[in-house]
């Protein structure tokens, strides 16, 4: 028997070793679902000599995939490989890379992310003439999500727009017709946007029989990670790529199910049962991750829930601390607050700043916290964010590599026609594109002959980008993806634009150019790759989502992100910050019971991603919306069993008489009462670090010298340890006694 095997429990090891027929692990967080994944992967290849060519992994994010295959790689080495594995849009669009032109599409298809999605729409609302008050862009482009999630086409939504149950038959009357527009205007730009990716694999294998029969031939093994959250489309492409082995293993979580917004359904799971007679249900109940009062702190929160199948989570790992609760009376404070937080966990307990993670409900709540972290020196880095990639300069450049590869592609048209400026105005790029569409001409047939469409004046800049674009086009085919890159960015003018603004904008952009030239480098550097040219590097970036960027050199860092981005991850430390009315659970989703469930899902996977400490905060008064706003705190604290939390006595800076607690508030301040007033009497944390301060150089650091500390104030160095890799101190604080400190974590200033 494998070791790796031994690690595991019962349960888990029949998920592993069940590898014939369909299966279904249902169970809680941090049981081991993704564990027994990778196991099972692992297992395959080594003991069942399965080819990794032919197993299929669909993860929920690239970076989860990336780490499964790495763990993998730990076990059966370099055969990890060949392995299909990554998030449902990366599989599929590498598949649809290499089928695309059974559905008629270029094979090196581009694909729209949702900013050229939203620009293309916003094109064709205006074109149509509609009000783009009622017609809004996110409003258009979110129901057309829908349908696509949910399989509907442009034609069916037209013949029988009540099929989405919106208001899209009787307020917004055109969505279908603008739905099939952007059908059409994708199609002949030769690309997909995200949703297409999986509507058109689905589509591809149901009119191609013959190339589903090649893949349901190939895939030997599918698994599915976090299969909660797959949408109708994305079940559909199981099933039928499992429909002749049947060899399928799906992994999930009810209680986590929090993309219904995006069409995930839930059902999936009810009808998985329906759908294979002879499926292997496993339970997985025992908890690895967190300590028990964390495990019953969220079985308390989703215990509230109706829609829920019946699990029974439990741990054998230590009760450890009780949650604790954080008040604050405004979002600076809070921010303070949680900064000095980690602060001092992160010294007293000799902890790393990448232990740390604090999640918030949505992105612009991060603002408050980053500057408290600045100011206290704390390294952290936010996912999710503007990412690299969707920076202007970027996505310009990245505009002119697409365009070169295929010059249908009208969003890219647009953006680089005119950039470097070449007098050529929206008003002729307009004339150029609706040449494109009346005529039913693909748009490089009307660019390379012009004339006719927009007068002489302009033509000529024209001629010269096309001139351009085809002298591109050839260093593509002749040379590597970098040098090609580079000499794209050289040739169309845009490095030296760029070079010739000497802002610190303007720099700051140069090296953002710079920086993707290099990530170009890396990629047609790596030896491990296959594919190497400049179409396969395109699709990857187009497919990497905020949280798989890894541009950091330093891993050492505390993690920011929202809840929705944090699944399936776990970290020692989690402060879920913002706990308050209209904020979490969020304003938009109070107004039914389903959302509410749904939000409260939400709730339990943030709970459930702490290791051994939970921090909850909220703020009495925060900025929203550009104004200072009294809060409440959330009813979700309310669900907590008081049991496991109790008021954070080290920080009980809001004064009883500051706005009136809401009725949860009341009842949770009663619950845990008794908890606060016994209490040690606290110590105010009254020391602010200078605003200069810059942690000293220890190495010159001797028993009897004083130093200053940024949170424990001033001391006497009593005694040096400095036997061990790390350095340590211990030091006679003048406020709060003696306390033994690691030198490369203390940033002590010699005084
Ligand atoms: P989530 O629902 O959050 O996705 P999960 O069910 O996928 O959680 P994992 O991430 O696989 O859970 O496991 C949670 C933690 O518990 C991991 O650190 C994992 O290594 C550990 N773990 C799981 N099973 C065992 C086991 N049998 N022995 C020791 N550690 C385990
Ligand atoms: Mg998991």
């Given at each position: 028997?494998?070791?790796?095997?031994?690690?595991?429990?019962?349960?888990?090891?029949?998920?592993v070793?069940?590898?014939?027929?369909?299966v279904?692990?249902?169970?809680?967080?941090?049981?081991?679902?993704?564990?027994?994944?990778?196991?099972?992967?692992?297992?395959?290849?080594?003991?069942?000599n399965?080819?990794?060519?032919?197993?299929?992994?669909?993860?929920?994010?690239?970076?989860?995939?990336?780490?499964?295959?790495?763990?993998?790689?730990?076990?059966?080495?370099?055969?990890?490989?060949?392995?299909?594995m990554?998030?449902?849009?990366?599989?599929?669009?590498?598949?649809?890379?290499?089928e695309?032109?059974?559905?008629g599409?270029?094979?090196?298809?581009?694909?729209?992310?949702?900013?050229?999605?939203?620009?293309?729409?916003?094109?064709?609302?205006k074109?149509?003439?509609?009000?783009?008050?009622?017609?809004?862009?996110?409003?258009?482009?979110?129901?057309?999500?829908?349908?696509?999630?949910?399989?509907?086409?442009?034609?069916?939504?037209?013949?029988?727009?009540?099929?989405?149950?919106?208001?899209a038959?009787?307020?917004?009357?055109e969505?279908?017709?603008?739905?099939?527009?952007?059908?059409?205007?994708?199609?002949?730009?030769?690309?997909?946007?995200?949703?297409?990716?999986?509507?058109?694999?689905?589509?591809?294998?149901?009119?191609?029989?013959?190339?589903?029969?090649?893949?349901?031939?190939r895939?030997?093994?599918?698994?599915?990670?976090?299969f909660?959250?797959?949408?109708?489309?994305?079940?559909?492409?199981?099933?039928?790529?499992?429909?002749?082995?049947?060899?399928v293993?799906?992994?999930?979580?009810?209680?986590?199910?929090?993309?219904?917004?995006?069409?995930?359904?839930?059902?999936?799971?009810?009808?998985f049962?329906r759908?294979?007679?002879?499926?292997?249900?496993?339970?997985?109940?025992?908890?690895?991750?967190?300590?028990?009062?964390?495990?019953?702190?969220?079985?308390?929160?989703?215990?509230?829930?109706?829609?829920?199948?019946p699990?029974?989570?439990?741990?054998?790992?230590?009760?450890?601390?009780?949650?604790?609760?954080?008040?604050?009376?405004?979002?600076?404070?809070?921010?303070?607050?949680?900064?000095?937080?980690?602060?001092?966990?992160?010294?007293?307990?000799?902890?790393?700043?990448?232990?740390?993670?604090?999640?918030?409900?949505?992105?612009?709540?991060?603002?408050?916290?980053?500057?408290?972290?600045?100011?206290?020196?704390?390294?952290?880095?936010?996912?999710?964010?503007?990412?690299?990639?969707?920076?202007?300069?970027?996505?310009?450049?990245?505009?002119?590599?697409?365009?070169?590869?295929?010059?249908?592609?009208?969003?890219?048209?647009?953006?680089?026609?005119?950039?470097?400026?070449?007098?050529?105005?929206?008003?002729?790029?307009?004339?150029?594109?609706?040449?494109?569409?009346?005529?039913?001409?693909?748009?490089?047939?009307?660019?390379?002959?012009?004339?006719?469409?927009?007068?002489?004046?302009?033509?000529?800049p024209?001629?010269?980008?096309?001139?351009?674009?085809?002298?591109?086009?050839?260093?593509?085919?002749?040379?590597?993806?970098?040098?090609?890159?580079?000499?794209?960015?050289?040739?169309?003018?845009?490095?030296?634009?760029?070079?010739?603004?000497?802002?610190?904008?303007?720099?700051?952009?140069?090296?953002?150019?710079?920086?993707?030239?290099?990530?170009?480098k890396?990629?047609t550097d790596?030896?491990?790759?296959q594919?190497?040219?400049?179409?396969?590097f395109?699709?990857?970036?187009?497919?990497?989502t905020?949280?798989?960027?890894?541009?950091?050199?330093?891993?050492?860092?505390?993690?920011?992100?929202?809840?929705h981005?944090?699944?399936?991850?776990?970290?020692?430390?989690?402060?879920?910050?913002?706990?308050?009315?209209?904020?979490?659970?969020?304003?938009?989703?109070?107004?039914?019971?389903a959302?509410?469930?749904?939000?409260?899902?939400?709730?339990?996977?943030?709970?459930?991603?702490?290791e051994k400490?939970?921090?909850?905060?909220?703020?009495?008064?925060?900025?929203?919306?550009?104004?200072?706003?009294?809060?409440?705190?959330?009813?979700f604290?309310?669900?907590?069993?008081?049991?496991?939390?109790?008021?954070?006595?080290?920080?009980?800076?809001?004064?009883?008489?500051?706005?009136?607690?809401?009725?949860?508030?009341?009842?949770?301040?009663?619950?845990?009462?008794?908890?606060?007033?016994?209490?040690?009497?606290?110590?105010?944390?009254?020391?602010?670090?200078?605003?200069?301060?810059?942690?000293?150089?220890?190495?010159?650091l001797q028993?009897?010298?004083?130093?200053e500390?940024?949170?424990?104030?001033?001391?006497?160095?009593?005694?040096?340890?400095?036997?061990?890799a790390?350095?340590?101190?211990?030091?006679?604080?003048?406020?709060?006694g003696?306390?033994?400190?690691?030198?490369?974590?203390?940033?002590?200033?010699?005084?």
């Open positions: 028997m494998n070791e790796y095997l031994d690690t595991l429990n019962e349960p888990q090891r029949e998920g070793l069940t590898t014939e027929g369909p279904m692990l249902i169970a809680g967080a941090g049981s081991g679902k993704t564990r027994v994944l990778t196991f099972r992967i692992a297992y395959l290849i080594q003991e069942k399965v080819d990794p060519f032919s197993i299929m992994a669909l993860t929920f994010t690239n970076k989860a995939a990336k780490e499964m295959r790495e763990r993998i790689e730990k076990v059966v080495g370099s055969d990890a490989r060949s392995l299909m990554g998030t449902f849009h990366s599989v599929f669009s590498r598949i649809l890379r290499a695309a032109h059974h559905l599409y270029p094979n090196n298809f581009t694909i729209y992310d949702t900013d050229d999605a939203k620009q293309l729409l916003r094109t064709i609302i074109e149509k003439g509609l009000d783009d008050a009622i017609y809004k862009v996110n409003t258009v482009l979110s129901r057309i999500s829908a349908a696509k999630n949910r399989l509907i086409s442009a034609e069916e939504y037209l013949r029988n727009a009540e099929l989405m149950g919106d208001d038959a009787n307020m917004r009357p969505i279908g017709a603008i739905y099939k527009i952007y059908t059409m205007r994708l199609f002949k730009s030769g690309a997909m946007d995200f949703d297409d990716l999986l509507f058109n694999t689905d589509k591809l294998f149901k009119e191609h029989l013959d190339v589903l029969n090649k893949y349901q031939q895939i030997q093994y599918l698994m599915v990670d976090e909660q959250d797959t949408n109708l489309c994305q079940y559909y492409i199981i099933r039928k790529l499992a429909a002749v082995r049947e060899n293993c799906v992994v999930g979580d009810d209680a986590q199910s929090i993309y219904a917004f995006r069409g995930a359904d839930i059902t999936n799971i009810l009808n049962e759908d294979y007679s002879d499926l292997k249900v496993i339970k997985l109940e025992q908890n690895y991750r967190s300590t028990s009062n964390i495990v019953q702190a969220a079985n308390s929160v989703i215990k509230r829930n109706r829609a829920q199948l699990k029974n989570v439990w741990t054998a790992n230590e009760e450890g601390k009780l949650i604790e609760l954080i008040k604050a009376v405004s979002d600076n404070e809070e921010g303070r607050l949680v900064a000095t937080s980690i602060f001092q966990e992160r010294m007293q307990h000799q902890m790393k700043y990448s232990d740390f993670a604090i999640l918030y409900r949505t992105n612009s709540q991060s603002r408050a916290l980053e500057e408290s972290l600045r100011r206290m020196n704390i390294p952290y880095r936010m996912v999710g964010g503007l990412s690299f990639y969707q920076r202007k300069e970027i996505k310009d450049l990245l505009a002119y590599l697409r365009f070169t590869m295929n010059q249908q592609d009208e969003a890219s048209f647009r953006r680089i026609i005119n950039l470097p400026k070449r007098g050529i105005g929206d008003a002729t790029v307009d004339k150029i594109v609706v040449a494109a569409n009346d005529h039913g001409a693909p748009l490089w047939d009307i660019v390379q002959n012009v004339t006719p469409f927009v007068g002489g004046r302009v033509a000529g024209i001629d010269d980008f096309v001139a351009m674009i085809k002298r591109f086009a050839l260093e593509i085919e002749r040379k590597d993806a970098y040098d090609a890159a580079f000499e794209i960015a050289k040739g169309s003018g845009l490095l030296r634009e760029l070079y010739e603004d000497k802002t610190v904008e303007g720099l700051s952009r140069y090296e953002n150019v710079q920086e993707l030239l290099n990530a170009i890396e990629f790596d030896p491990e790759r594919d190497k040219s400049l179409g396969a395109l699709q990857e970036v187009s497919l990497l905020g949280q798989d960027e890894e541009k950091d050199k330093d891993p050492d860092k505390v993690t920011l992100m929202t809840i981005m944090a699944k399936g991850l776990e970290f020692k430390y989690v402060y879920m910050v913002g706990m308050e009315e209209d904020l979490f659970p969020s304003q938009m989703m109070i107004n039914s019971r959302d509410l469930e749904e939000e409260r899902r939400l709730f339990y996977v943030a709970i459930t991603r702490a400490r939970l921090f909850l905060s909220y703020a009495l008064s925060r900025y929203r919306f550009g104004r200072l706003k009294n809060s409440e705190p959330s009813r604290l309310d669900d907590i069993d008081p049991a496991f939390i109790k008021v954070s006595s080290k920080f009980s800076s809001v004064v009883e008489s500051t706005p009136p607690p809401s009725q949860y508030a009341k009842k949770l301040v009663s619950g845990i009462r008794k908890t606060v007033t016994s209490a040690p009497p606290t110590r105010p944390v009254t020391y602010k670090p200078p605003a200069d301060f810059v942690p000293g150089d220890t190495s010159k028993v009897g010298m004083r130093v500390h940024p949170k424990f104030g001033l001391g006497t160095v009593l005694q040096m340890d400095t036997s061990g790390d350095r340590k101190a211990r030091i006679g604080f003048k406020d709060i003696e306390k033994t400190l690691l030198l490369s974590f203390a940033k002590l200033r010699i005084i």
